[in-house]
T-cell receptor, first 115, second 114 residues
């Protein structure tokens, strides 16, 4: 069964450094998402992306964050200058088409640790 | 702002029992609700998606119901097995309307004792 893949599985970065998290969504999916989960807390929505532009973002997704679909298969999340509080599990998700009908499929996540 | 609450936070039952997990949401203007399973250190696995026009959805031993007007959903697990042990998450669209980033509950941590 097709799946969403994320790399790396664990990323350790010094505070203040830039980090790029990578995702390969399911190939025929059109909508892409990033979520994060701080240890012991809820999964939180960051941003959704459709037709090469952001369609929705939460208040967490400030100017330090950006997303890109650099080619036909990858979807990336960049954090420009990481802070300690950015330490979390970051999940990528994708779905096929019509909003009401299709579930979002999640990757296994990238654990980001900021030192 | 949409808020999702799940009760109970944790549940431990012997194998074979039927059980019910509860989810409530504050804004009833949703067009679907999704139940997920999360295993430790893993991503989220989609279990069931219920459209706002549906009252329930079934997959194997799982049955999810939705009462949109009262802001509630339940996940029923029949004949529980140790492999069902996981955290179960309920999620609804973020803005409660046409957008579809998901708002999650904290989950129910389920342990099925062999």
């Amino acid at each position: 069964e097709p799946e969403v893949t994320q790399t790396p599985s664990h990323q350790v970065t010094q505070m203040g450094q830039e980090v790029i998290l990578r995702c390969v969504p399911i190939s025929n999916h059109l909508y892409f998402y990033w979520y994060r989960q701080i240890l012991g807390q809820k999964v939180e929505f960051l941003v959704s992306f459709y037709n090469n532009e952001i369609s929705e973002k939460s208040e967490i997704f400030d100017d330090q964050f950006s997303v890109e679909r650099p080619d036909g298969s990858n979807f990336t999340l960049k954090i420009r200058s990481t802070k300690l509080e950015d330490s979390a599990m970051y999940f990528c998700a994708s779905r096929y088409d019509i909003p009401a009908g299709q579930p979002q499929h999640f990757g296994d996540g990238t654990r980001l640790s900021i030192l | 702002k949409q808020e999702v609450t799940q009760i109970p936070a944790a549940l431990s039952v012997p194998e074979g029992e039927n059980l019910v997990l509860n989810c409530s949401f504050t804004d009833s203007a949703i067009y679907n609700l999704q139940w997920f399973r999360q295993d430790p250190g893993k991503g989220l696995t989609s279990l069931l998606l219920i459209q706002s026009s549906q009252r329930e959805q079934t997959s194997g031993r799982l049955n999810a119901s939705l009462d949109k007007s009262s802001g509630r959903s339940t996940l029923y697990i029949a004949a529980s097995q140790p492999g069902d042990s996981a955290t179960y998450l309920c999620a609804v669209p973020y803005s409660g309307g046409g957008a579809d980033g998901l708002t999650f509950g904290k989950g129910t941590h389920l342990i099925i004792q062999p």
